[in-house]
């Protein structure tokens, strides 16, 4: 019987990038949920700030927001 759920990929070294080192684990388990959201919703990573406020708290959004000075 094939799986028919998604899946996504990630690299093996994704913890070592400079975007995730400097932030918390919560918010980097967060951006994991927040990939897998936007594949299930095909919504190419861009979510209503109700709907991403109704699944992560505020001081998590605002993470990763600040996790980059230009390209967050």
Same mark, same amino acid.
């Given at each position: 019987?094939?799986?028919?759920?998604?899946?996504?990929?990630?690299?093996?070294?994704?913890?070592?990038?400079?975007?995730?080192?400097?932030? /918390?684990?919560?918010?980097?388990?967060?951006?994991?949920?927040?990939?897998?959201? =936007?594949? $299930?919703? #095909?919504?190419?990573?861009?979510? /209503?700030?109700?709907?991403?406020?109704?699944?992560?708290?505020?001081?998590?959004? =605002?993470? $990763?927001? #600040?996790?980059?000075?230009?390209?967050?």
């Amino acid at each position: 019987m094939k799986d028919e759920r998604l899946f996504m990929t990630f690299p093996n070294d994704m913890h070592r990038h400079p975007k995730l080192t400097r932030i /918390s684990v919560a918010a980097r388990w967060a951006f994991i949920e927040m990939n897998g959201e =936007a594949r $299930l919703n #095909d919504n190419d990573g861009v979510f /209503s700030a109700e709907d991403a406020e109704f699944m992560w708290a505020p001081d998590l959004l =605002a993470e $990763l927001v #600040d996790s980059h000075p230009s390209k967050p």
